[in-house]
């Protein structure tokens, strides 16, 4: 069973740090991009995060500086380190995996999503 599982978040302080871990399951994330989406109440699902199976990375600008992708193949897994977190951040992350992380490449597999909070 092809799965992706998200891990790792919960309730933070601002300017505190949590990572975010994309386990994957019944398929190898080596030959994939894989994604960091956010989704906050009310609002529109945002691109967090890429990176590709050649180890490039993207970041949006609201996270950029502050949030650093990474993947270990042996572990079939991605991380997502989140620091100096913001009240903004404060949404449901989802991981996926991709061809590719632009946009024209179309998602394959969704993880469940983990929330995170920042807040006092």
């Known amino acids: 069973q092809v799965q992706l599982v998200e891990s790792g978040g919960g309730l933070v302080q601002p300017g505190g740090s949590l990572r975010l871990s994309c386990a994957a399951s019944g398929f190898t994330l080596d030959s994939y991009s894989i994604h960091w989406f956010r989704q906050a109440p009310g609002k529109e699902r945002e691109g967090v995060s890429c990176?590709?199976?050649?180890?490039?990375?993207y970041y949006g600008d609201s996270v950029n500086g502050r949030f650093t992708i990474s993947r270990d193949n042996a572990k079939n897994t991605v991380y997502l380190q989140m620091n100096s977190l913001k009240t903004e951040d404060t949404a449901v992350y989802y991981c996926?995996?991709?061809?590719?992380?632009?946009?024209?490449?179309?998602?394959?597999?969704w993880g469940q999503g983990t929330q995170v909070t920042v807040s006092l």
């Open positions: 996926a995996a991709a061809l590719g992380c632009l946009s024209v490449y179309e998602i394959n597999y």
């Open positions: 990176v590709t199976s050649g180890d490039g990375t």
